[in-house]
């Protein structure tokens, strides 16, 4: 039955998500490394530990149904295991658990959970952890709620499986604002379903209306029918209508017309119109098309919500916390574990190897490394002296550290660039969207049409005047012309999560679509970060095999990233006597001969070069040039985004002559090295004011306020939490092939949309005359309101069958 | 036409008790997560469908 299962798995993975199961990992579907490809015992051939043993663990407890029902890829397992033993201590649990009848609760966010199997693993998964009594994942909103037996288990046990399976889990915010978040969905829902039922109902009393063609009905019958259609259509109108009513209200207040006030008016029109009617008699009434009008529109928001809803409980996740706790030295010497944010200026504080620093400060004793990545952007530890500053977020590497407290809370370096964040949000070019134009001026133009025909009939036929002029605005039907964009955008962001792409602003597909720059972060987009051998020159009796095997042979055991770009060739015996001397090389005996690797002048007795040289520390034998290597779709992708016509720049925080030589072999012009995360934001303006629209693309914390900065951005799913919050799309995976299939799926959203604008500005420019000329019957009005929302909506619909390359 | 004045508050009332189900529905978190309940019953729990797994 194994066996059986696991082809029609494949077959489905395979056909479902159109990708060649032999290239990519069969449990994330990332692209596969060059080398050392973990595979079991199936030929499932894996990305890396983490997915395997997810896979294998999910095989064991005879979940492999998961692969079947899947519809989309699962997220990559964090090869580095977590330690969750904070998560059971009190102070953390004190706001997000609570005590009920069969032991604890807790709601937990996770990333990575992307479709309803997704939620069923996890439910199934955490059901059979001993001690767990109950176990609810909700696809929908990212979170898990937890209910755990504390006598029976600790609450890290369950945390440790979930990450295994390749959800991170967070905590959510406190459980007043869960509270806030379940009642404002639910009064969403609420909404439309009030408005669905009673849009219904006076349908029905409408259609009687209708349908007494030849006027037979007795007035006193008519006249109650609309009453009660007044008051089946009255609370949808005013409840289930609110949102556009605030909506409208709020842009008046800013003096603007926009999409809103559109919705409002023809809305508040109709329904204002067929109550004056009820009231003096009038022939006809239009309750229903108020009341279908809310319906349509509340169900179109409700969709693209929906889907944006997915992408926002994702980035929640990202941007939620981890317990964030400091070791802190007592004056005797002696530790304790303390919230960080319990830290205060002249705290010394301890940090682990592989930790990240809770705030900034001046080291200790000894010289340490760090990695900046997310500050700077420089993906290789630095070494600092001991008095040297460090900065609160940057991880410790190596060997632990000691450090002096001299920066917390607003007053660390990681706030000034949240708060650079921040101001980049608020002055972030504001383009007036399309169909606010639209929009705006649609709505002057009818009320101004309604005024003249009034005018004119008062004087033609002052009888008709007032009979005439309503018809007018009700006709007019800005129904297909609201229609036209949330349905466009609810279908769009369904496509783009098929992709992997996951939109988080509403009105940033848009700017995507009219983007004419895109500007990379080199690490973590273009470049993995994994240092690669270009190239090598030889000066010894050696060949270039053989020096290769050597450094292979030094640095086959050793963690520094160098070693990386050597492990493709790893050779069956290791070198001995190993040493590795911190800033200068590594240095071992291998085939009886000592050898030392590193600059130049420990290895060589040459003066440094900046490269990595191979000698016994007299005579030189090679030199090896590494550089990052570029991800393997990288080309493809630029290509792509050439062929359509976009400028692409590399802006990095990378040494300036790496960055060069990078950009060189990716064939891009425009390159900057030594970015700061201020030069980056400054070089997008200067883009900004030549009139171009930036796109930019980035995973670390220094590029999010050049994120939120740009006029639309992405940032890479791996990236730091903060920089995804910047953004305004999250790639769910690091394959580059998703930029441009988004970005030509955002410029057939926008000409789907000008598609439908033109539609239903025809059929206005139509049926407008018609009813002027007051020729215009209420079934043609009906007819013609009904076809054009139908078209728009069909219209929308084709963006989902758009094949993507 | 008389039946209508019967008829018309029925269905009213029948409208009133529709929304009232559905606001009940919501409260509860019958909308909360609409996919995942629909793989459940796709899954042979490995208990109980032993036998007639393939």
């Known amino acids: 039955m194994n066996g059986a299962t696991v082809a029609r798995s494949d077959a489905s993975f395979a056909a479902g998500l159109d990708v060649r199961a032999a290239e990519v990992c069969f449990h994330c579907g990332e692209p596969l490394p060059p080398l050392d490809i973990p595979s079991d015992s199936d030929g499932r051939r894996f990305c890396c530990p983490g997915c395997a043993a997810a896979a294998l663990w999910i095989r064991e407890a005879r979940l492999e149904d998961y692969y079947r029902f ?42 990575g959970m992307r479709c309803a199997a997704c939620a069923w693993l996890i439910d199934r998964a955490l059901s059979r952890e001993p001690g767990v009594v109950e176990a609810t994942a909700n696809a929908v909103t990212g979170r898990i709620r937890l209910i ?43 909404r439309l379903g009030v408005a669905g039922l009673g849009a219904m109902q006076a349908m029905m009393f409408a259609e009687a209306l209708y349908l007494d063609t030849a006027g037979e009905m007795a007035a006193a019958t008519r006249d109650f029918f609309r009453w009660v259609a007044f008051l089946v259509s009255t609370p949808v109108v005013f409840f289930a209508g609110w949102p556009f009513l605030a909506g409208c209200w709020r842009e008046l207040r800013h003096r603007r017309l926009g999409m809103d006030t559109l919705v409002a008016v023809s809305t508040l029109l109709a329904y204002i119109a ?137 007053a660390m370096r990681l706030s000034q660039v949240l708060r650079l964040v921040e101001r980049a949000q608020a002055h972030r070019p504001r383009v007036a969207r399309l169909a606010d134009r639209v929009a705006a001026s649609f709505v002057l133009g009818l009320l101004l049409a309604a005024a003249v025909v009034y005018l ?50 509403p009105d940033a597909l848009d700017a995507l679509a009219r983007a004419t720059d895109v500007v990379f972060d080199k690490t973590g987009t273009l470049s993995d970060g994994r240092l690669a051998l270009q190239g090598v020159a030889v000066y010894g009796e050696l060949s ?72 016994d520390g007299r005579i030189a034998f090679a030199r090896f040039a590494l550089a990052e290597a570029e991800r393997a779709d990288a080309c493809e992708a630029l290509s792509a985004l050439r062929t359509q016509s976009l400028e692409i720049h590399l802006s990095s925080g990378d040494a300036q002559e790496a960055v060069i030589r ?32 930036v796109a930019m693309i980035g995973d670390g914390l220094n590029d999010a306020p ?19 919050r910047a953004a305004d799309f999250v790639m769910t995976g690091p394959t580059l092939g998703r930029i441009p299939a988004a970005i030509a799926l955002a410029r057939r959203t926008r000409e789907i949309v000008r598609q439908n604008l033109a539609w239903a500005i025809g059929y206005n420019a139509i049926a407008l005359p018609l009813a002027a000329a007051g020729l215009a019957t209420p079934w043609v009005a009906a007819l013609g309101m009904a076809a054009s929302s139908l078209t728009v909506t069909l219209n929308a619909l084709r963006l989902s069958r758009m094949k993507m390359s | ?52 797994a393939d």
């Open chain 2, 1 to 52: 036409m008389t039946i209508l004045l019967l008829l018309i508050p029925l269905s009213l009332m029948l409208l009133a008790a529709a929304i009232w189900a559905f606001a009940w529905a919501v409260r509860c978190g019958q909308f909360e997560d609409l996919d995942t309940p629909a793989l459940d019953m796709l899954y042979d729990d490995p208990a109980e469908g032993q036998g007639d």
């Open chain 1, 148 to 190: 755990w037996d504390p006598r029976r288990t600790h609450l890290s046990a369950p945390l440790q499986r979930l990450a295994e399976l390749g959800y991170k889990p967070y905590l959510a915010g406190g459980e007043a604002a869960e509270r806030g978040r379940r009642s404002e969905s639910n009064r969403d829902l609420l």
């Open chain 1, 662 to 693: 990078f950009a060189q072999r990716l064939g891009i012009a425009a390159a900057a090295g030594r970015q700061s995360a201020e030069a980056k934001l400054a070089d997008v303006r200067a883009l900004q004011t030549q009139g171009r629209v």
């Open chain 1, 456 to 505: 004119f009939w008062r004087w033609h036929e002052p009888d008709r005047a007032f009979e005439v002029a309503l018809a007018l605005l009700v006709i007019s039907c800005p129904c297909a012309l609201s229609l036209s964009v949330p349905a466009a955008l609810a279908v769009a962001h369904g496509a783009l999560a098929k992709i992997g792409v996951l939109a988080v602003r």
């Open chain 1, 274 to 410: 067929s109550v004056v009617e009820t009231l003096r008699g009038g022939p006809h009434v239009w309750y229903d098309a108020a009341v279908m009008f809310v319906f349509l529109l509340l169900a179109a928001r409700t969709l693209e919500r929906r889907s944006r809803r997915v992408a926002s409980a994702q980035v929640d996740a990202l941007a939620r916390s981890r317990p964030a706790l400091a070791v802190r030295e007592r004056g005797d010497g002696s530790c304790e574990t303390v919230p960080a944010s319990a830290l205060s200026v002249g705290d010394m504080v301890r940090v682990a190897a592989g930790e990240a620093l809770p705030a900034d400060g001046v080291l200790l004793d000894a010289s340490a490394s760090f990695e900046e990545a997310l500050l700077t952007g420089e993906s290789h530890p630095v070494a600092k002296p001991a008095g040297a500053p460090v900065f609160a977020g940057t991880v410790c590497r190596e060997r632990p550290a000691r450090l002096r407290v001299t920066g917390v809370g607003d």
């Open chain 1, 544 to 615: 270039e095999a053989d020096v290769i095997a050597v450094a292979a042979a030094l640095e086959r055991d050793s963690r520094h990233p160098i070693a990386a770009a050597f492990a493709g060739h790893a050779i069956a015996t290791s070198a001995s006597e190993v040493e590795e001397h911190p800033g200068l090389g590594i240095e071992g005996v291998w085939r009886g001969r000592r050898w030392r690797l590193g600059r130049a002048d420990f290895a060589a007795a040459r003066e440094d070069d900046g490269g990595l040289w191979l000698g």
């Open chain 1, 70 to 111: 899947r519809s989309a890829p699962a997220g990559r397992v964090a090869a580095e295991a977590a330690d969750f033993a904070v998560w059971d201590r009190e102070d953390v649990q004190r706001e997000h658990a609570r005590d009920v009848a069969e032991g604890r609760e807790i709601v937990l966010l996770t990333d």
């Open chain 1, 706 to 724: 050049v994120l939120a900065g740009a006029d639309v951005s992405i940032a890479v799913a791996e990236g730091a939490a903060l920089a995804q």
